[in-house]
């Protein structure tokens, strides 16, 4: 059982868990943010922010006790050189630590931490959103001022054409109507039929008794 057991074992021996811890710090003060587990993360806050203190104090016994607990000597410099003297004015909270997505694969809570005052980091003020003035109707531009002008002279000139085929063709002339004069005039009168046919009448009985 593990009662009264503080801290995370993380599945670790002592000496492998203490290995990993040195690392990671010595990662986070040489790159200033590092992305891994939440455990992780929670762990190791502390024990950088007390590293972070001692390059604060900036003495050869704390520059010593940093050598002690990490790897790379240049970090040791970095962190007494750079960091310390960046974190004078602020008595502690260093660190950052912001929840990432789960990780891909086994779904472990992801999470990065870094320091609250990164180098070179500078925080750009949003600007405000300007509502932009609607802007004036454009003047149409030379080439396609010429374009329009070349298209209205075709035309133009198509209508024109048009037009004196129309004037060259011969119109038709339409065929006079007959007037009922004429007509009436063409036509023999009546009492003149009656007389011819009365005639023929005669002429054929007259060659019948011949025969």
Do not use: C, W
Request: proline share 9%.
């Amino acid at each position: 059982m593990r009662h009264r057991v503080a801290g995370r074992h993380l599945g670790r021996e002592t000496s492998h868990r203490m290995a990993l811890y040195r690392n990671l710090v010595t990662d986070l003060l040489r790159y200033e943010k590092i992305t891994t587990t939440e455990a992780k993360a929670k762990e190791i806050r502390p024990m950088a922010e007390r590293i972070i203190t001692l390059g604060r104090r900036g003495d050869l016994h704390a520059r010593r006790q940093a050598l002690r607990f990490l790897y790379d000597p240049k970090v040791v410099k970095k962190v007494f050189d750079d960091i310390g003297p960046r974190m004078k004015d602020r008595p502690g909270g260093y660190l950052r630590i912001t929840a990432l997505e789960p990780r891909k694969g086994d779904g472990a809570r992801m999470a990065t931490i870094e320091l609250v005052d990164i180098a070179g980091a500078v925080a750009v003020p949003r600007p405000k959103r300007v509502t932009a003035p609607p802007s004036p109707r454009r003047a149409p531009t030379p080439g396609a001022a010429a374009a329009a002008a070349a298209a209205a002279e075709i035309e133009a000139a198509r209508a024109a054409e048009s037009a004196a085929a129309a004037d060259e063709a011969p119109a038709e002339e339409p065929a006079p109507a007959e007037t009922p004069a004429a007509t009436a005039a063409e036509a023999p009168p009546a009492g003149e039929a009656v007389q011819e046919t009365a005639a023929s009448g005669e002429s054929a009985a007259e060659e019948e008794k011949n025969d």
